[in-house]
């Protein structure tokens, strides 16, 4: 394929276009899944070219915990993409796996893509494996994987997402 981060930019602009009115949640994530799920020329564009990322490199490269654990930001919220980021996160473990804690203070629009089969991602309505997650404004949560590998490419509105937020649990750190 040869395709670039730029490439894969310009992919989404026509999809980032079309949802960018939309709030994440239940409903966005059903309709996604309808209308751009697995089969499709948005889902099988961008799954195709995130994988030929991660595979060449400038896709989820920057390693978080080891190499089972990688994400990268592929493009900064800019105008072309209606203020949407977009970043590739790699997880691979057979084990079910946590990420980092974090906070989606606009929601986020996660496309799944399974690198082995049985491979999935934690979403707010529960294991995924090929298709969206959408997480709702306001919603927080470890990412999760178990499985094998797989690679979520995700659109952040206005690029926000906050690690500065800790689990319920530990809720008690954040006024030390």
């Known amino acids: 394929m040869g395709c670039t981060a730029e490439d894969l930019v310009e992919r989404s602009i026509p999809?980032?276009?079309?949802?960018?009115?939309?709030t994440p949640g239940t409903a966005l994530e059903t309709w996604l899944n309808e209308q751009h799920g697995p089969g499709?020329?948005?889902y099988d564009d961008l799954a195709a070219?995130?994988?030929?990322?991660v595979r060449a490199g400038w896709a989820a490269n920057i390693e978080v915990d080891g190499r089972r654990y990688?994400?990268?930001r592929i493009a900064e919220p800019q105008e072309r993409l209606d203020w949407f980021?977009?970043?590739a996160v790699y997880m691979d473990s057979v084990a079910e796996f946590r990420g980092q804690y974090h906070q989606h203070p606009y929601g986020e629009l996660n496309l799944v893509v399974p690198l082995h089969p049985g491979a999935v991602l934690r979403g707010p309505n529960g294991w995924c494996g090929?298709?969206?997650t959408a997480p709702a404004p306001g919603s927080?949560?470890?990412p999760e994987s178990r499985g094998g590998?797989?690679?979520?490419?995700?659109?952040?509105?206005?690029?926000?997402?906050?690690y500065d937020i800790f689990p319920p649990a530990d809720q008690d750190r954040a006024a030390v």
């Open 40 to 42: 499709t020329p948005v």
């Open 130 to 132: 090929a298709g969206w």
């Open 149 to 162: 590998a797989v690679i979520a490419l995700f659109y952040l509105p206005a690029g926000r997402i906050s």
């Open 140 to 142: 927080h949560h470890y």
């Open 49 to 53: 070219m995130v994988t030929e990322g």
């Open 15 to 22: 999809f980032v276009r079309e949802i960018r009115n939309r």
């Open 70 to 72: 990688r994400r990268s």
């Open 85 to 87: 980021s977009i970043t």
